[in-house]
């Protein structure tokens, strides 16, 4: 046991799509555009949101978090996967591999955190505008960022601290394109019960506690909408939260389309894992830090003006 499980510590096989050759540069090419697409479209809005004044509030200040957000979990796994597509045999080291799954599964708690604190500040906006700059103050929201990306951490260092004790002995082939934590705790020759309770638990935590209070938050919001006497109000109240309620909507969706599947209990299932379930569980991850600037973009007056004044002094210093 101890000789099989040092011989794993020194580095895993990611085996992606090793075999299917003939399917590696075309994604390298999609993934790259998708990629290129997300640094572009959050590192504007990241500038736009610390460039122009009219943007200093606590809603912008969040959306620039969750863009600086979606580009470090990007960022954790895609040129992993990219540099995957152009290896024959692709190895990780225990090393490398612990950084990214830490990497991206705080990222990942991150955003679930940030986006009950960015429902928050709409419920605050809307329900109760008049309190809103007290409620709402640079004191107040600067901690709650700060403290979702603590909590994403903290959640991240207990879950690979637990994974990174276990033995692993045998196969040392991870079927996916990353170090996934469900695929690494696959190779794990001991029980893995604790991992997955712990798992479980921060699921509730991470998972089902930013929901339910986006679910609340968004109840109070639209029975306050209705209310407004006129059509006009109503459609300008909405606007405000539309764009933050359907980043939600992607964002768990997608995240119930990942992990709510039923897994194959079959040992070998690892091994003979149909493509398009990788294929699938990548691209998701990669759709909604894509989508995030272009429907913060296409649904927010203040951020289109902003990115249109941003690319006007970039034209007009030319």
Known sequence: MEVANKSV?????LL??????????TFFVLILSMYLVILLGNGVLILVTILDSRLHTPMYFFLGNLSFLDIC?????????LDGFLTPRKTISFSACTGQMFLSFAMGAT??????????D???AICNPLRYPVVMSKAAYVPMAASSWVAGGVNSLVQIS?????????????????CEILAVLKLACADISMNVISMGVANVIFLGVPVLFIFVSYIFILTTILKIPSAEGRKKAFSTCSAHLTVVVIFY???????????????LGADKQDVSDKLISLFYGLLTPMLNPIIYSLRNKDVKTAVKTLVNQKCFAQ
Do not use: W
């Open 122 to 124: 709409r419920y605050v």
């Open 253 to 267: 969706g997608t995240i119930l389309f990942m992990y709510a599947k039923p897994k194959s209990k079959d040992p």
């Open 9 to 13: 510590l020194a580095g895993f096989v």
């Open 16 to 25: 992606g799509l090793s075999d299917q050759p003939k399917l590696e540069k």
């Open 73 to 81: 979990y990007t960022s954790s796994s895609i040129p992993l996967v």
């Open 111 to 120: 955003e679930c955190v940030l986006l009950g604190m960015m429902a928050f």
């Open 162 to 178: 637990l994974a990174v004790q276990l033995p692993f002995c045998g196969d040392n082939v991870i079927n996916h394109f990353i």
